[in-house]
């Protein structure tokens, strides 16, 4: 792939060209540069990222509740009430599956935990 290139033409004006790739993820075109590093997330690192920016909208009062927030973005609240859920996982935990050393299933983080972190970490970090 041709690299990026900043060419001064006879009339003054300046072509600058930039090769681009286009790719299709989720049903959105995601546009990367040759020299980006492009980075795959797991469904849960995506499900945590959205758990803490849905429960900052509703602490900062763009919206009420839960119910709020999924009429506006248009997905089932129970989903909502699931994933926000994962914003009260141990930071340790947290950290583990943002850095991609633990491995678990979305459907596994959904699932019910107890409230102590103690008590997550020796459930969900048993095998780590």
């Not at 009260?88 to 409230?115: T, V």
């Amino acid at each position: 792939m041709e690299k990026k290139q900043i060419e001064v033409l006879e009339n003054g004006n300046v072509r600058v060209t930039i090769p681009l790739i286009f790719k299709i993820a989720g049903g959105r075109t995601r546009i990367f540069t040759s020299d980006s590093e492009h980075v795959e997330y797991t469904p849960v690192q995506l499900a945590l990222a959205r758990a803490f920016r849905w429960q900052k909208m509703i602490d900062e009062g763009k919206f009420s509740n839960i119910k709020d927030l999924a009429a506006t973005i248009g997905v089932d609240s129970g989903h909502i009430s699931r994933t926000i859920r994962l914003t009260l996982l141990s930071p340790k935990i947290i950290h583990k599956l943002l850095s991609g050393e633990l491995d678990l299933s979305l459907d596994s983080c959904r699932r019910s935990f107890p409230d102590s972190w103690a008590e997550q970490e020796k459930i969900l970090l048993k095998g780590s």
